[in-house]
């Protein structure tokens, strides 16, 4: 089965990549600070939604949201109580746009079109191949002279680890009989690069999570360099997670915030924005834009002292741009869920990395399917209304979550935005809804007991509160309603 090569293909991989490597300043880019309630000269666009509010709702958003929502330039604001303390100094950023719109949301599968232009400009059209595993079964892909360096490795590898002299020995052992039936040269064979998507019917069938004709996987080479290409199209009605992605031999990044890895320092970053802006305009896709950026980074083990080495990379993350107006990306997946319910739909985004050698991945996370359902603006909230149910909520929700710990806590938020972000009902991953959302980001920071010093989660992305821009309620990005 393909799934089972999947996982042969993934082992190999890592083991591989054992064997060869010894075992931004703002929170998003490229965007302005809103003016003055009092100035109507917009700067930099965002995103635009839709949504229907009828003519009260049109008629207030005349003026454009900045108009309609009031918003201070710059908002601050501070309060304490016992060992819990928030304050706000941030830019309030708006999109330029006279007003957002209603979308409907649903599930798109990935189209043999998808790929071909994806394959064109990122891989040069190159071709798929795969080892045959079921020729090389004897030896789980691997080749004669590569076992021979895993063995050597392992047996020149230090045993003080957590594993123990008697594992490895266990590990040599199981690659010595690998190596009886090795063959000294790969047999490959080429994977026909067609995508497919065949609905699963019955989740309660065995296996049912998986249609082997669903998924697409293969290897493509360029310019020497071979890169893991995966296209899984298995759509279920339960868990909605869907994925495209074109990954180098050089390893699997992820994203690290501002943290700078070692050899991060090394990478342009103004030439990384620049090239994976390209590569979305040349791959067609005219409806995303570039909506964040941080540092990423790639680790591997050292079977020979334990040690876990990071490479350093930088990535772009792309959203959704509706009439104008970004979905905004946070660094929450979606994939969170409560009550014993087992649906998930995680948000819809496109990340592209690069290392010192240039180009490393590509990542598309599950793609929407938009229809407009109004051409009137909904109505926004002014920002006076937003900012006191944060200040309300905020502090309640500090307060609940760090109550029986004893622990002093600060939160500091660095900027409020407002864009769209796409909502569901709980449970229901069929279909949902795009609408404008006030996102506050920030750092947290606490420090337990007699801790000597506080420790402090800050990432770029991570938002400490999403509130309704229409109706004040608040929403939890981790469950997407």
């Given at each position: ?162 594993a123990g002299a008697a594992t490895y ?309 981790d469950f997407g309603y």
């Amino acid at each position: 089965m393909k799934v089972k090569k999947i996982a042969v293909l993934c082992a190999a991989v890592g083991m591989l990549s054992v064997l060869l490597t010894g075992c931004g300043d703002s929170i998003q880019s490229e965007e302005e600070i809103v003016v003055p309630r009092e100035d109507t000269d917009f700067q930099e666009p965002e995103e635009q939604n839709d949504q229907d509010s009828g003519e009260e709702g049109a008629a207030a958003n005349t003026g454009g949201i900045a108009q309609m929502v009031q918003a201070p330039e710059h908002y601050t604001w501070e309060q304490s109580s016992g060992d819990y303390h928030i304050s706000a100094d941030a830019p309030v950023i708006l999109p330029e746009a006279e007003g957002f719109k209603s979308y409907k949301v649903t599930s798109a599968v990935f189209t043999q079109e998808d790929y071909d232009k994806v394959n064109q400009v990122l891989l040069n059209g190159a071709s798929l191949w795969e080892r045959d595993y079921e020729e090389m079964k004897a030896s789980n892909g691997f080749t004669a002279s590569e076992i021979d360096e895993i063995i050597e490795r392992l047996e020149n590898a230090e045993k003080t680890d957590k594993a123990g002299a008697a594992t490895y020995e266990e590990k040599i052992d199981e690659f010595k009989r690998l190596r009886e039936g090795a063959l000294e040269e790969p047999v490959i064979v080429e994977v026909p690069a067609v995508v497919s998507y065949q609905k699963i019917e019955n989740l309660e069938e065995e296996n049912a999570e998986y249609v082997e004709d669903n998924i697409l996987h293969g290897n493509a080479t360029l310019n020497g360099e071979d890169y893991m290409v995966i296209l899984d199209n298995n759509l279920r009605d339960d868990w909605r997670w869907i994925y495209f992605n074109i990954i180098s031999s050089r390893g699997n990044f992820y994203s690290v915030g501002r943290q700078v890895e070692p050899g991060g320092e090394k990478i342009s970053v103004e030439n990384v924005k620049q090239e994976a802006q390209q590569m979305m305009t040349d791959m067609g896709f005219s409806d995303f834009i570039m909506s964040g950026d941080e540092y990423f980074a790639s680790t591997s083990m050292n079977e020979t002292d334990g040690t876990i080495t990071g490479t350093g990379g930088y990535g772009v993350h792309f959203t959704r741009c509706l009439d104008g107006i970004p979905v905004t990306y946070t660094d929450s997946e979606g994939t969170t869920v409560e009550d014993g319910d087992i649906s998930s739909w995680p948000y819809e985004k496109i990340d592209i990395v690069f290392d010192q050698e240039g180009f490393t991945e590509f990542k598309w996370t599950n793609p929407y399917q938009l229809e407009k359902t109004s051409d009137e603006y909904v109505f926004l909230l002014p920002f006076a209304d937003i900012q006191n149910v944060f200040e309300e909520m905020m502090f309640k929700k500090t307060e609940d979550f760090w109550k029986d710990v004893q622990a002093e806590v600060t939160l500091q938020v660095n900027e409020v935005r407002l864009g769209y972000m796409r909502v569901m009902e709980k449970g229901n991953v069929m279909e949902g809804t795009m609408i404008p959302v006030w996102d506050f980001f920030g750092s947290e920071t606490f420090r337990y007991g007699d801790m000597e010093e506080a420790f402090t989660e800050e990432r770029p992305y991570r938002c400490l509160l999403t509130i309704n821009a229409m109706d004040g309620t608040i929403i939890d990005r981790d469950f997407g309603y």
